[in-house]
T-cell receptor
Framework: DVKVTQSSRYLVKRTGEKVFLECVQDMDHENMFWYRQDPGLGLRLIYFSYDVKMKEKGDIPEGYSVSREKKERFSLILESASTNQTSMYLC?????????????FGSGTRLTVV | DQQVKQNSPSLSVQEGRISILNCDYTNSMFDYFLWYKKYPAEGPTFLIS?????DKNEDGRFTVFLNKSAKHLSLHIVPSQPGDSAVYFC??????????FGKGTSLLVTP
């Protein structure tokens, strides 16, 4: 089974801190994605990557950046955390750019910014 | 603007009955549609998908119907089981681009 691992299940950070959320997948998938899930808003795409060192903005990239130095790892960076970034963050990967296989999601990181 | 809409935030169904979850979309370029299921404190898991060249896809108790002219799809679960209680997300994509998700519908199946 494909596994997508997010390094932390729960995280509490202070306003203004730089925060790193790590995601690793073990099945050589090309594509990786970061979403956030908020009540009443569903899943919203922050950033995604189709290849190493490539990144593309999603629908809500403001306040975030990403890094993909290796194929299996995709990091989400909150440059200066703010309380409105308190959310559930979900990482996903997929093998091909086409979606015949859908995404595999990690278990999520619940981030609280105080 | 939300391109994938799930207008029912919640649905309650009795065990053994049919659950019908609905989804509407606005972008006629979408060519692939998926349903995901999510339990609390877990990531979403892929349930079933359908290509825009089809109007129905079935997998066990789950069937997805696509009506392109109405820009509408639905997920049917028959028979519903208590373990089906979860949040269901509809998602859509075109040309393999990243998925657009709806806001989700919380399904409760009561014994």
């Amino acid at each position: 089974d494909v596994k997508v691992t997010q390094s932390s299940r729960y995280l509490v950070k202070r306003t203004g801190e730089k925060v790193f959320l790590e995601c690793v997948q073990d099945m050589d998938h090309e594509n990786m994605f970061w979403y956030r899930q908020d009540p009443g808003l569903g899943l919203r795409l922050i950033y995604f990557s189709y290849d190493v060192k490539m990144k593309e903005k999603g629908d809500i990239p403001e306040g975030y950046s990403v890094s993909r130095e290796k194929k299996e790892r995709f990091s989400l960076i909150l440059e200066s955390a703010s309380t409105n970034q308190t959310s559930m963050y979900l990482c996903a990967s997929s093998r091909y750019r086409g979606l015949a296989y859908g995404y595999t999601f990690g278990s999520g990181t619940r981030l609280t910014v105080v | 603007d939300q391109q994938v809409k799930q207008n029912s935030p919640s649905l309650s169904v009795q065990e053994g009955r049919i659950s019908i979850l609905n989804c509407d979309y606005t972008n006629s370029m979408f060519d692939y549609f998926l349903w995901y299921k999510k339990y609390p404190a877990e990531g979403p898991t892929f349930l079933i998908s359908i290509s825009s060249i089809k109007d129905k896809n079935e997998d066990g108790r789950f069937t997805v119907f696509l009506n392109k002219s109405a820009k509408h799809l639905s997920l049917h679960i028959v028979p519903s089981q208590p373990g089906d209680s979860a949040v269901y997300f509809c998602a859509a994509s075109f040309s393999g681009y990243a998925l657009n998700f709806g806001k989700g519908t919380s399904l409760l199946v009561t014994p």
